[in-house]
Structures are given as C-alpha cells and as structure tokens.
C-alpha cells in the first residue's frame, strides 16, 4: 500500500517504511503527521478524500541539503554575482498509513546503539570494560616518509641563432 501525500508544496509518493525528506517543520515528540493525503493505494486504487486517510511518521533528523551555488551572469556587463544556499530539512520515516478502517504500519527498527562520550569511555577503560583497541599510532611517522635527496635542475636553454 502507498499513499501520496502533500508536505511543503510538494508532492511525495510514500509508503510504510519509506524515509523522505520534506521542507523543516516543527516536530512535537518527535512524530509528524500528514494532513494532505491526496491518494492512497490500497487493493483497488482508491482515492482519498481529505479527512478520510491519516499518514503518520517518525522524525529521523533534521540538517541541511548540500550546498546549491546560485550564479548571476550578464555578458558583456561585467556582472557576476556568486551565491550558496544549504535549504533546510526534515527527515521523516513513514510508519503508519490509516485508510478505510485499515491501517498498514512499518516494522520496528532495532534500538540504536548510543554512542559514547569521551569521559564514559575513559571510566569503561577503567572499569576493565571490553571497548575496542584503537589502532597503535605511528610512533616514527617522519621515519617512514623518505625525503627528498636531489633537487629538480631545470633543462639548459638552446642558444639562439
């Protein structure tokens, strides 16, 4: 089952499990749900009135895109204008998508390991914890980087004639 639905003026093609990116928006506890769902998919391809389907999400993160350079130009003018933008944005996982009594959902995805700050990976060590050994450093590394013995002499010139 997949539904379309309406975030930020754009159109998406969802279903459960997808990961989209819409424009940011405001999150409360982190769950997101979709107010325009312009059509949804069940067995026989019905379409959905406002108010009659819901499409429910979990926030994922919130960053922004890659860098889109914005060039001005005018020949002959001697104008040039050089701009970046990094739009904003939500990432939203789909897990629920109500529809004429039916409601199809995303799986559970397994619990994210934490990661560990400095000061409680330092107390672990201490503890005699199993953490992983970081690989030994270079104790020489200006030993392993040959140096340079003979100097690039450039090539003698041809006399003119």
């Known amino acids: 089952m997949y539904a379309v639905i309406r975030a930020g003026g754009k159109q998406y093609r969802v279903a459960p499990g997808d990961v989209i990116r819409v424009e940011r928006t405001q999150v409360a506890d982190g769950r997101v749900e979709f107010g325009e769902v312009l059509a949804v998919s069940a067995s026989d ?6 108010g009659e389907a819901r499409v429910v999400g979990q926030m994922v993160e919130q960053g922004r895109g890659d860098k889109v350079l914005v060039f001005h130009y005018k020949r002959k003018k001697q104008y040039k204008k050089l701009r970046g933008h990094r739009q904003p944005f939500t990432a939203v996982r789909i ?38 050994a970081a690989p030994p450093k270079a104790a020489a590394h200006k030993k392993s980087v040959p140096k340079k013995t003979a100097h690039r002499v450039a090539p003698k010139r041809k006399p003119k004639k």
């Open 45 to 50: 391809g019905q379409i959905a009135r406002p």
């Open 95 to 132: 897990t629920e998508i109500a529809f004429d009594g039916q409601s199809f959902t995303a799986p559970e995805l397994p619990p994210r390991p934490e990661k560990k700050t400095k000061p409680q990976a330092a107390e672990d060590e201490a503890a005699g914890g199993e953490t992983e």
